[in-house]
């Protein structure tokens, strides 16, 4: 990802806050949610097929809102699960007994 798409990134999770709240956007977009983007297109990613359609669901028209103000109207919202934004399980040893 170079300056230019980190910087877009930030402007559109910048609006989602203004547009959601600080708590609701933590709710919604915390560790466990990454977005990216390329040109016109931003690329919603979540750790679990739950969580994406918990989003796609109730945040979809937010997400392409913000997407088409910061890209242009021809902005597209694409969502995907990225397991490797689930939290690391505990080792076996680390348990308690």
């Not at 750790?47 to 809102?65: H, N, P, Q, T, V």
């Amino acid at each position: 990802m170079t300056n230019g798409d980190k910087e877009i990134v930030s402007t559109i999770r910048s609006r989602l806050v203004d547009r959601l709240g600080g708590d609701r956007f933590e709710l919604w977009f915390g560790a466990s949610i990454n977005i990216t983007s390329t040109e016109s297109i931003v690329s919603v990613q979540a750790d679990s097929m739950f969580r994406l359609e918990r989003l796609r669901k109730g945040l979809l028209g937010d997400i392409e809102a913000v997407a088409r103000d910061v890209l242009g109207a021809s902005a597209e919202v694409e969502f995907s699960v990225d397991e490797d934004l689930r939290e690391p399980k505990q080792a076996a040893s680390a348990r308690p007994a």
